[in-house]
């Protein structure tokens, strides 16, 4: 039994089917204190087809991610829901969110490094908020059965009986309860004193997988697991059965057919839910007792850990009329609000430019048109001798000549409409140009930080996997890579086109800007939705903050293996092969940071929009410099490019 949900009913039946661990003789045992990692098998061992289960789980994540929160901001953001049995599911899907997210990243991770290697405290910290996560969905589960026996059998006293206070107090509960479920099994685990092996057939830290692992067994670790089995186990399901025995009773004593399918319509989603979530993990158990294949157990698992927390919101979003016409009523407010924008709102914006001062409109004419010149030349000739130069033809400057692109693309959103608009004197852009620019905008932006966070990522397997660097870095996984990359930033540029036409501006707005900037729109819209704004602000954090903690954590892990290089000039060799991209790291991050503190501390919109021209303009046409001047292979390339045109 391979599973975490049924870890927890794990050692209720553990005594009936099979015997405590005890090692043989001829097993060498493993002192807990002495075992520093322990090996997940994952799925396959076929390296073909690593790529496949890397595309398809990072899909099933960002879609089980991605309607999960949806369920969150269609209950928060639709007064019709807020009912305590909306206010458990938004809690459910959270709790699906961090369920799932427990194990899929580091599985994805795995699968791309060929590393299988977890060291003894992650295995410990993975488990603990596996069952944590695990054993609140159980118990939410569990409070929106008595949500649903209290509406069915007390209809009349469903407002008294069920108040906010209450459903504040269940959730608290759930959480308290699953935390002590999760310490205790991080207490029983570290009991174990010795191990017969350190290979997990599974690809996450399954609590099964380690008493199975384990030598000895003691009574004291016996009385705790059946009460953890009884409390975290058979309670839950005790309550969902009792509940749903009470419902169906009363639901039979109702005379006509119709109100019988009314009344069991409103737990219909619920008990889809319940079936898929508790269904799955004793078809595993029952599976992993009958036909005990460690290979297969780990097949099964992905049913509950993966494809019930992706289900749960389809499930409710087409068996529930609410969650569906939640949903719809956002979607046709995006539509609405853009044609009363349209047609009786405002039509136009109008850009203030970085001066009104005219005698200096001819002079940042011709700055702003050579930067532009320099920035699309050098990017262009990055890609042309990346693409021309067979010695280039590498992982990395397959990665830079798509950086170059997206610098080509986002510094043509913003400087050929300046430039224009300083020729022609006029400032005004129409509505639906401003979200245009906005949307390509944020899109070749957010696509030059996950690029650069790749590159990361390949400068940590060139240093920390120089072995393997050919094997991991084969060019459909770069290609996948990149791919990846536009389709995350193409998601962000859409859900900043959706939340922006959301607004309503009352009259012409002048933004103190020399392009159309989501923070400057937020700030001139008539009235703030506060869904709207979270919203945005939790895009930004998961956009911005996992690129840029996937590059602090890859040059950590370099830094690290550096250090370890003995001499001199070996640690200068390592670090000069990525040199290059810290400097336009640095470069990037280092100028949008700036001018973040620069607005918040000067409170001066033409401040800001000066500050804004470094990254937005000088950070494009510096990157050719940076990767030409400190690398000689392209220097080199370059040389070649030029010899054969002249």
């Not at 120089?466 to 536009?486: A, G, K, N, T």
């Amino acid at each position: 039994m391979n599973t975490t949900l049924c870890a927890r009913l794990l050692p209720f039946f553990q005594p009936f089917f099979f015997s405590p661990n005890r090692c043989p003789s001829y097993i060498e045992p493993q002192n807990l204190t002495h075992v520093s990692e322990f090996f997940l098998l994952g799925l396959s061992d076929d390296p073909e087809l690593q790529p496949l289960l890397f595309g398809l789980f990072l899909s099933m994540y960002l879609v089980a991610i991605l309607g999960n929160l949806l369920i969150v901001l269609a209950v928060s953001s639709d007064s019709h829901l807020h009912t305590p049995m909306y206010f458990f599911l938004s809690h459910l899907s959270l709790a699906d969110i961090c369920f799932i997210s427990t194990t899929v990243p580091k599985m994805i991770v795995d699968i791309q490094t060929h590393s299988r290697v977890i060291s003894h405290g992650d295995c410990l910290t993975q488990m603990s908020f596996l069952i944590f996560f695990g054993c609140m969905d159980g118990m939410l589960l569990t409070a929106m059965a008595y949500d649903r026996f209290v509406a069915i059998c007390h209809p009349l006293h469903y407002p008294a009986i069920m108040h906010p206070r209450l459903c504040c107090f269940l959730v608290l509960v759930s959480f308290l309860i699953s935390l002590l479920d999760s310490q205790l099994h991080n207490l029983i685990v570290l009991q174990l004193t010795c191990f017969k092996d350190v290979k997990i057939f599974n690809f996450f830290c399954d609590p099964s997988q380690l008493l199975r692992l384990a030598c000895s067994d003691t009574l004291t670790n016996n009385i705790v697991m059946y009460f953890v089995g009884a409390i975290s186990g058979f309670l839950p399901i005790s309550g969902i059965f009792f509940s749903y025995y009470k419902i169906v009773s009363s639901i039979l004593r109702v005379s006509s057919s119709g109100g019988k399918y009314r009344a069991f319509s409103t737990c219909g989603s619920h008990l889809s839910v319940v079936c898929l979530f508790y269904g799955t993990a004793i078809g595993v158990y029952l599976g992993s007792t009958l036909l005990p294949s460690p290979r297969k157990d780990v097949v099964a698992s992905i049913m509950y850990a993966i494809v019930s927390p992706m289900l749960n919101p389809f499930i409710y979003s087409l068996r529930n009329r609410d969650i569906k016409r939640a949903l719809w009523r956002e979607k046709w407010r995006c539509l609405c609000n853009m044609e009363l924008q349209n047609q009786t709102g405002v039509s136009e914006f109008f850009l203030l430019g970085l001066s009104d001062d005219p005698d200096l409109q001819p002079l940042l004419l011709g700055l702003f048109l050579s930067m532009y010149l320099v920035t699309v030349l050098g990017n262009l000739l990055i890609v042309l001798a990346v693409s021309s130069d067979s010695h280039l033809h590498t992982p990395m400057y397959f990665f830079l000549s798509h950086l170059s692109l997206a610098d080509i693309g986002f510094t043509s959103t913003t400087v050929p409409k300046m430039i224009w608009d300083m020729h022609t004197h006029s400032r005004v852009t129409s509505y639906e140009g401003c979200l245009t620019q906005l949307t390509f905008f944020v899109l070749f932006v957010c696509w030059d930080s996950v690029l650069l966070t790749v590159m990361a990522y390949d400068r940590f397997v060139a240093i920390c996997h120089p072995l393997h660097y050919p094997v991991i870095m084969h060019p459909r996984l770069c290609s996948l890579l990149v791919l990846v990359s536009f389709l995350i930033s193409l998601l962000d540029s859409q859900l900043h086109f959706l939340m922006i036409s959301q607004l309503s501006f009352c009259t012409n707005v002048e933004i103190p800007h020399f392009f159309c900037d989501p923070p400057q729109l937020l700030k001139f819209a008539c009235f703030e939705i506060p869904t709207n704004n979270l919203f945005i602000y939790f895009i930004g954090a998961i956009f911005g903050g996992i690129p840029v903690s996937g590059i602090l954590f890859s040059y950590y892990k370099i830094i690290s293996s550096i250090l370890r290089v003995p001499s001199s000039g070996g640690k200068y060799k390592a670090f000069s092969t990525c040199g290059s991209h810290l400097s336009v790291v640095c470069l990037f991050y280092g100028t949008g940071l700036g001018v973040y503190l620069s607005s918040a501390a000067s409170h001066s919109p033409r401040k800001g929009a000066v500050a804004s021209v470094v990254y937005t303009v000088f950070t494009p046409m510096l990157n050719p410099f940076i990767y030409s001047l400190r690398n000689r292979d392209i220097k080199r390339a370059m040389q070649k490019l030029l010899s054969k045109t002249i």
